[in-house]
């Protein structure tokens, strides 16, 4: 298993505007998921994209992968208040399904209303 | 919406005692984890299960800690003889496929 670096670490941003987020990985992967945190409260699975996958949606979720820069990103549209929360991705390279998910410091994302 | 849940949510306990955190996965799950986060660190590995036993740990994950799935439904995670380092946020997660869902979470603090 490997960890994501996640970029910015840290993002403001006023409700209503667009937030990206970015993530780094190093090796090859069988599927990419991002999963968000509130504080102190457990992590919340928002997406998964496969690594034949170019891109995905999910209500105002965007998540792209490219394989050839080893990089993800995540696009929160609309943003609202409620969307501040930590965001980490998690590289997943396969081979065993019981193989762990790790992750990294994430980016903060703090929406002002 | 199928979700896991974590007992206690809050747990305080005297140093060099023992604890006991529970968890009941999603029913048709078959990969079981425990996690941890430090206060504002992230969330670090512990042990994954698989098959009514361990298949992976981390190097956090020593003789003092142990899990279990006694009965089917319920998966523990046991530490011994607590420090004042353990004290942290404890998370279950399973797995089915391909996404791991998460419980909210023990608060385990150690005095």
């Known amino acids: 298993s490997q960890q994501g670096e996640e970029d910015p670490q840290a993002l403001s941003i006023q409700e209503g505007e667009n937030a990206t987020m970015n993530c780094s990985y190093k090796?090859?992967?069988?599927?990419l998921q991002w999963y968000r945190q509130n504080s102190g409260r457990g992590l919340v699975h928002l997406i998964l994209?496969?690594?034949?996958?170019r891109e995905k949606h999910s209500g105002r979720l965007r998540v792209t992968l490219d394989t050839s820069k080893k990089s993800s990103s995540l696009l929160i549209t609309a943003s609202r208040a409620a969307d501040t929360a930590s965001y980490f991705c998690?590289?997943?390279?396969?081979?065993?399904?019981?193989?762990?998910?790790?992750f990294g410091q994430g980016t903060i994302l703090t929406v002002h209303p | 919406e199928p979700e896991v849940t974590q007992t206690p949510s809050h747990q305080v306990t005297q140093m060099g005692q023992e604890v006991i955190l529970r968890c009941v996965p999603i029913?048709?799950?078959?990969?079981f984890y425990w996690y941890r986060q430090i206060l504002g660190q992230k969330v670090e590995f512990l042990v994954s299960?698989?098959?009514?036993?361990?298949?992976?740990k981390s190097e956090i994950f020593d003789d003092q800690f142990s899990v279990e799935r006694p009965d089917g439904s319920n998966f523990t995670l046991k530490i011994r003889s607590t420090k004042l380092e353990d004290s942290a946020m404890y998370f279950c997660?399973?797995?089915?496929?391909?996404?791991?869902?998460f419980g909210q979470g023990t608060r385990l603090t150690v005095v």
């Open positions: 090796t090859s992967i069988n599927n």
């Open positions: 998690a590289p997943f390279a396969g081979g065993t399904s019981y193989g762990k998910l790790t």
């Open positions: 299960f698989y098959n009514n036993e361990i298949s992976e």
């Open positions: 994209i496969r690594s034949n996958e």
């Open positions: 029913s048709n799950h078959l990969y």
């Open positions: 997660a399973s797995k089915g496929r391909a996404e791991a869902f």
